[in-house]
């Protein structure tokens, strides 16, 4: 059993422009994902849901100003980035970063061995890279590709999942993984989530704008967040009315509570 | 052919990029660190090698392992194969070298020749204080190919010459490692003549040595030659290295192409790269491209780096340069430790990735296992330092 635990977590983002400092995103955001559940959290642009995934994960850009986040009641704000994965955090990212030079297959070579703390079985480790790409639908030339360089936005995806089921974490937490893939692509991407999370003892943190990804993983929560928190929840229900009636009511809510 | 060489002879106009040369040392004034050319050096780190320091010292010791058909022997001063690459001293250390070298040695390569493994000349300095002066000139003859690598290592002051003569369709590659100690000055001219039709790749790799100046010159003696010149360096703390290179597009349908990477580490590190490319009226249709890149990996270090390009014909096919300066990418090394890699191993794979294009495009099979090792040991040096500044940040 599991369990990532986010309280009343504040954080703010160091602005690129020195004199104003500091802006805060997330103002209170209280989560709790067991290992067997998927929760979706859905929001606007803007809202601040990339900001909580980075904060997850320790970007540095990020400074949380308040709140905690504990796996299994360890604290992981204290933990350096990549404690964070090594203690079983996996974050795929909305927007993969290009690292010129360095080949896929070293890259998750290193990985492997970083997060298992020791050199995967030549043979195997060839073998399951190998299906890990494939399920993907990515060509086994991929591998000797540097890592993101050149990769359209859907390989850039696919990329993530398979590095998501060859890390295999126990919380994923997956940003906008669903933005700017095709139906085709979406379904392969979907399945490879699918595949992660009917294992034992896995917990999913899916962050979406739209809908459309829900009817391939169906969520056990749905999160609506806006303006830095979490505004309502439910089940996959919310996500349907969702659907219907968009953020409209949730962000001139959170603007009069602004104002108010 | 004899066409081509008379619009050569009529196209030697001025130019600011290229100094008019000149064999007598009075002809250079003693530098004082205002020059142009100059400017970046720190002559007084150079033993007296731009004044007056005798250049009669023996600290520089020669091996060589030449490959059958290879020809390697010592010659006179006066030899006319001295100055057949078409070489000129274009400074005051370059016209010393030319009258006071105690070793001058010619390495041939007979025409049609191909020769399998590389010549290794290992220079093994073993003084600093009685500074050394070598001249080398190798031919290769028409349709030739040959891998020829310098090496250079131990402590010594040394001023070098060394003249490609690339024949005719001959495909040459000259490799040079400075791998000194760290109290090793050494200020080294290359000049190369490529023939027509003719590739020649010149690799400049810097690790060790206080002061390194290389200056690498190539000019084309027919149309269709390939000039492809490459660096490697990885500069620490106080070490000064500097690049100048100078491609002087002299016949129609040459091709250039420059590419130096280079890392900085540790206080008053100091690189600098002057990348001078002339494409003459005569150089029609030719190609050029050059770029520099550095990547900077602690506070206290200078990287200069000066692209130029001076074009006198609009009929070209392309020419560009860039130049880029940048320490270890934040966002880089947040995707990797995203993935349970250390900040260590993260900014090992990213230095890695950084050279290893241009380790490719090296392609001599011989050394590159050796740079990738030396990069990984350069880097090793200061993780141990920059993994207390990185904690003090967080
Ligand atoms: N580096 C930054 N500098 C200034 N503002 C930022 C920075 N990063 C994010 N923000 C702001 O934080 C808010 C939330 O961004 P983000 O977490 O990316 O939202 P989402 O993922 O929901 O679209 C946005 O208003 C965005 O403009
Ligand atoms: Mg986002």
Redesign the interface.
């Given at each position: 059993m599991t369990v990532l635990d986010i309280k009343d977590l504040h954080v703010s983002v160091k602005t690129d422009d020195e004199t104003s400092g500091e802006k805060e995103i997330l103002r209170g955001v209280t989560l709790t994902i067991r290992s067997g559940e998927t929760h979706a959290i859905m929001g606007p642009n803007g809202s601040g849901k990339s900001t909580l995934a980075y904060s997850i994960?320790?970007?540095?850009?990020y400074k949380i100003t308040s709140g905690s986040v504990t796996l299994d009641g360890q604290d992981v704000l204290t933990m350096?980035?990549?404690q964070?994965?090594?203690a079983g955090l996996?974050?795929a990212?909305q927007y993969?970063?290009?690292?010129?030079?360095?080949s896929v297959a070293?890259?998750l070579r290193?990985?492997k061995t970083?997060?298992d703390g020791e050199a995967p079985k030549l043979r195997t480790w060839v073998k399951d890279v190998n299906t890990a790409l494939d399920q993907l639908n990515l060509d086994p030339s991929f591998a000797q590709r540097?890592?993101n360089e050149g990769f359209s936005g859907g390989e850039k995806k696919r990329h993530e999942i398979a590095?998501l089921e060859l890390?295999n974490p126990r919380v994923a937490v997956l940003d906008e993984t669903d933005s700017g893939l095709d139906i085709d692509a979406l379904k392969i991407v979907a399945e490879g989530v699918n595949r992660f999370r009917r294992q034992e003892d896995k917990g999913v943190l899916l962050i979406t704008h739209y809908t459309r990804i829900l009817r391939y993983i169906e969520p056990d929560f749905v999160h609506v967040f806006v303006a830095g928190r979490i505004a309502d929840e439910g089940g996959p229900e919310l996500a349907e009315q969702l659907e219907a009636e968009g953020y409209d009511k949730y962000v001139k809510a959170a603007a009069a509570a602004a104002v108010g | 052919m004899t066409a081509v060489a008379d619009a050569l002879e009529m196209e030697r106009v001025e130019s600011h990029l290229h100094p008019e040369g000149s064999f007598d040392v009075d002809d250079h004034e003693v530098p004082t660190g205002r020059e142009e050319i100059w400017r970046f050096t720190p002559l007084k780190r150079l033993r007296g090698l731009h004044r007056d320091a005798p250049l009669d010292g023996s600290g520089v010791g020669a091996e060589y392992d030449a490959p059958e058909g290879v020809v390697v022997e010592r010659v006179e001063a006066g030899s006319p194969v001295l100055g057949s690459s078409g070489f000129v001293p274009n400074d005051r250390i370059a016209a010393r070298v030319w009258h006071e070298a105690g070793e001058r040695y010619a390495v041939t390569i007979p025409a049609d020749t191909e020769v399998e493994r590389p010549v290794v000349i290992t220079l093994t300095g073993t003084d600093t204080e009685h500074a050394t002066a070598t001249h080398v000139v190798i031919t290769a003859g028409v349709h030739s190919r040959v891998t020829v690598v310098l090496r250079f290592v131990g402590s010594a002051t040394l001023a070098d010459n060394v003249e490609v003569v690339v024949g005719d369709g001959a495909e040459v590659t000259v490799v040079s490692i400075d791998d000194w100690a760290d109290d090793a000055v050494h200020v080294g001219h290359r000049h190369a003549m490529v023939g027509r039709d003719a590739r020649f790749k010149h690799v400049d790799v810097t690790f060790g040595g206080d002061v390194v100046r290389h200056d690498t010159t190539a000019e084309y003696a027919g149309p269709g030659g390939e000039v492809e010149m490459l660096g490697l360096y990885f500069a620490d703390a106080g070490q000064h290295f500097e690049h100048r290179l100078f491609v002087d597009h002299t016949a129609p349908k040459t091709k250039s192409h420059v590419l130096y990477k280079g890392a900085l580490q540790g206080d008053r590190a100091h690189t600098v790269w002057i990348g001078n490319v002339l494409i003459r009226k005569a150089a029609e249709g030719i190609e050029t491209y050059e770029e520099n890149r550095n990547l900077v990996l602690t506070d206290g270090c200078q990287a200069d780096s000066v692209p130029n390009l001076e074009i006198e014909t609009g009929e070209i096919k392309g020419a560009g340069h860039a130049s880029a300066t940048a320490r270890f990418d934040d966002e880089q090394l947040f995707y990797l430790r995203s993935r349970g890699i250390s900040d260590d191993e993260a900014r090992r794979l990213v230095l890695h990735g950084f050279f290893e294009d241009l380790i490719r495009r090296i392609a001599v099979p011989e050394i590159e296992d050796g740079l990738r090792k030396t990069v990984e040991a350069e880097l090793a040096k200061n993780l141990i330092e920059a993994d207390v500044v990185v904690e003090e940040a967080v």
């Open positions: 994960a320790g970007h540095p850009k350096t980035v990549d964070r994965a090594r996996f974050l990212m993969p970063v290009e690292v010129p030079g360095v070293n890259f290193t990985a970083a997060i540097s890592v590095q890390l | -």
